[in-house]
Structure formats: structure tokens, C-alpha cells
């Protein structure tokens, strides 16, 4: 039984930053592709960014140059940093695990591909 467990959210001014941190047990950490995702109240879960196995990563538009996703095979736990925090970040921020073991170490952005999720952790900025 796979477990994902996500810490650190938080509320935060905007400009602030925040370290999200999402932890796994019971599976393959090292070869799962390891995604963010997030929901605002009304709206529709979206993607944020993803890691693979290869550390190949891809952030959603809105993130860029602001989020970083990493992750740390020891640990079994992959890190989201946020900065530049803005209103429209406030939503509840999952993890998830895509266990398909892709060897050129592809990240895919559908949230249907990913078979694992956490609880979830709820990131608020105020203005």
C-alpha cells in the first residue's frame, strides 16, 4: 500500500515563500514520476509541476521561474519551494505518484495518470 503524506502549507503574505514536502511509503520511490497538483475552491484539480525518475522536470505556466520541484531518493520525499507567492496560489496542494516506470524518464501533466494521491496541505496568500 503506497502512502503519500504532505507537510507545510501554510497561510503567507504574498511575496512570501513556502516548502512543501510530500513523503512516501510502501512503493518504488525511486522510479515514480512525482507530480504537484492543486485545487481552488470551485475549480478543477490542475497540474503544477512533476519529477521524474531522470529529475526531468516541467512546471504549468503560471508557476515558472517561481516554483521549484525536487526530490530526495533517500528521503522517499519530494520538495515543492514556492516564492513570489501570489492570491491565486491559494488553493489545497496534493502529491502524487505516476508508478509507470517511463525510461526516458517522461513527466505527464494528466492527473488521470497518476495512481497515488495524498491528503492533501492547504497553501493560503493573502493580499
Known amino acids: 500500500q503506497v502512502q503519500l503524506v504532505e507537510s507545510g502549507g501554510d497561510l503567507v503574505q504574498a511575496g512570501g515563500s513556502l516548502r512543501l514536502s510530500c513523503t512516501t511509503s510502501g512503493g518504488v520511490f525511486d522510479i515514480y514520476t512525482m507530480a504537484w497538483f492543486r485545487q481552488a475552491p470551485g475549480k478543477e484539480r490542475e497540474f503544477v509541476t512533476g519529477i521524474s525518475w531522470t529529475k526531468t522536470t516541467i512546471y504549468a505556466d503560471s508557476v515558472k521561474g517561481r516554483f521549484t520541484i525536487s526530490r530526495d531518493n533517500v528521503k522517499n520525499t519530494v520538495y515543492l519551494q514556492m516564492s513570489s507567492l501570489k492570491p491565486e496560489d491559494t488553493a489545497l496542494y496534493y502529491c502524487?505518484?505516476?508508478?509507470?516506470?517511463?525510461?526516458?524518464?517522461?513527466?505527464?501533466?494528466?492527473?488521470?495518470?497518476?495512481?497515488?494521491w495524498g491528503q492533501g496541505t492547504q497553501v493560503t496568500v493573502s493580499s
Open positions: 502524487a505518484a505516476d508508478s509507470t516506470f517511463y525510461r526516458g524518464g517522461t513527466v505527464i501533466d494528466d492527473k488521470r495518470r497518476y495512481d497515488y
